[in-house]
């Protein structure tokens, strides 16, 4: 097992983490956690887009997938943008038990890589918001709805590109992790 802030799990190796602190919480109670969480949100916005007239089963579906995104974006992403030390909590919150346990998948947001740290800022301070826009100009049926969903899904694709394809650059190599 890590001791505090002399190794850690990610790669490189050499990647200095000065006061890193173990993940606690298992990765299982971590999903458990986000499962459970994003259960409950898409329920109750189902629930509660039944109770406009006149909103199809589609819309509705709508509603529940911008709500769970949104909410996503801002809390999660948020957390990673505005908590840089989030590997150095003795006494974490959930979000930065997320954060070590994903850093282990791609080690770019432990070690605060600036490409990352932009797309995902976008991500939360942007995206997040207008994900909650967008539901609520399906719920209202604005004119702009549809235009405000492919714009995010536009903002989304984008987001997703930049991150691949800086990791590329830098000499990631995908085939090498599995």
Same mark, same amino acid.
């Given at each position: 097992?890590?001791?505090?802030?002399? %190794?850690?799990? =990610?790669v490189p190796?050499?990647?200095?983490?000065?006061? =890193?602190?173990? /993940?606690f919480?298992? +990765?299982?109670? #971590?999903?458990?956690?986000?499962?459970? $969480?994003?259960?409950?949100? /898409?329920?109750?916005m189902w #629930?509660?887009?039944?109770?406009?007239?006149? #909103?199809?089963?589609?819309?509705? #579906?709508?509603? @529940?997938?911008?709500?769970f995104?949104?909410?996503?974006?801002?809390?999660?992403?948020?957390?990673? /943008?505005?908590?840089?030390?989030f590997?150095k909590?003795k006494?974490?919150?959930?979000?930065?038990?997320?954060?070590?346990?994903?850093?282990k998948?791609?080690?770019?947001?432990?070690?605060?890589?600036?490409? /990352?740290v932009?797309? &995902?800022?976008?991500?939360?301070?942007? &995206?997040?918001?207008? @994900?909650?826009? $967008?539901v609520?100009?399906?719920?209202?049926?604005?004119? =702009?709805? =549809?235009?405000? +969903?492919? $714009?995010?899904?536009?903002? +989304?694709?984008?987001?997703?590109?930049v991150?691949?394809?800086?990791?590329?650059? %830098?000499?990631?190599d995908?085939? $090498?992790?599995?």
């Amino acid at each position: 097992m890590a001791t505090q802030g002399e %190794d850690h799990p =990610y790669v490189p190796r050499d990647l200095k983490l000065p006061g =890193y602190v173990p /993940v606690f919480l298992s +990765q299982s109670t #971590i999903l458990s956690v986000y499962g459970i $969480a994003s259960l409950l949100v /898409v329920s109750f916005m189902w #629930i509660l887009s039944g109770r406009f007239r006149k #909103i199809s089963k589609v819309d509705r #579906i709508l509603m @529940c997938w911008w709500i769970f995104t949104g909410l996503t974006h801002i809390i999660l992403e948020g957390y990673f /943008v505005f908590s840089p030390e989030f590997y150095k909590k003795k006494t974490p919150p959930y979000l930065a038990e997320v954060w070590k346990e994903y850093s282990k998948g791609d080690s770019r947001y432990v070690g605060r890589d600036s490409g /990352v740290v932009a797309v &995902e800022g976008i991500t939360a301070v942007l &995206e997040g918001p207008a @994900c909650l826009l $967008a539901v609520y100009a399906i719920a209202t049926k604005k004119s =702009y709805n =549809y235009i405000l +969903q492919v $714009a995010i899904s536009l903002g +989304q694709l984008y987001g997703t590109a930049v991150y691949f394809i800086t990791s590329l650059l %830098d000499g990631d190599d995908f085939a $090498a992790r599995m």
